[in-house]
């Protein structure tokens, strides 16, 4: 159970990390966008003005805007990715917990199995002493009981 919960604990952090990133890779996006609109309305003032700057500045102009753009999509996705290998990572360490908490349960259980086994042989083998001795240290009613406790 520790094992689980360290691994969702593992996996809670490792998500919270990737929330992060991804917050501050919005910012990023969100500056590269502003820094793109902001190119783009320069561009297109230039273009409507009459003392326009020369051909090659708008060129260079609208390739920083495309550089800009292409950046911008280029973080998104590697956004995205991050994002999924996080989720997917997370679901991993949580079925590995899972499984581990099975199999733990099941040797436990089979731990609980082997005493109730070794009970049962040593009452059983209390019964058979005390009605060979003739001389009960039990009434025949507690050893029922303690019987019924043992198996239950």
Do not use: C
């Not at 082997?114 to 049962?120: A, K, M, P, S």
């Amino acid at each position: 159970v520790a094992d689980l919960e360290a691994a969702l604990e593992a996996a809670r952090a490792e998500r919270a990390d990737a929330a992060a990133r991804l917050e501050r890779q919005e910012r990023l996006s969100k500056l590269v966008a502003a820094e793109a609109a902001d190119a783009r309305a320069r561009l297109d003032t230039a273009e409507r003005a009459q003392n326009s700057p020369a051909d090659v500045a708008v060129a260079a102009l609208s390739a920083q805007i495309a550089d800009l753009e292409r950046r911008l999509h280029q973080r998104q996705n590697d956004i995205n990715l991050a994002v999924h290998d996080a989720k997917a990572a997370a679901r991993l360490d949580l079925a590995r917990a899972e499984a581990r908490h099975r199999d733990d349960l099941a040797a436990k259980d089979a731990q609980l199995q082997r005493f109730r086994f070794e009970l049962d042989k040593l009452l059983d083998a209390l019964r058979t002493h005390l009605s060979a001795a003739k001389a009960p240290l039990f009434a025949a009613d507690d050893l029922g009981l303690l019987h019924t406790r043992a198996t239950d």
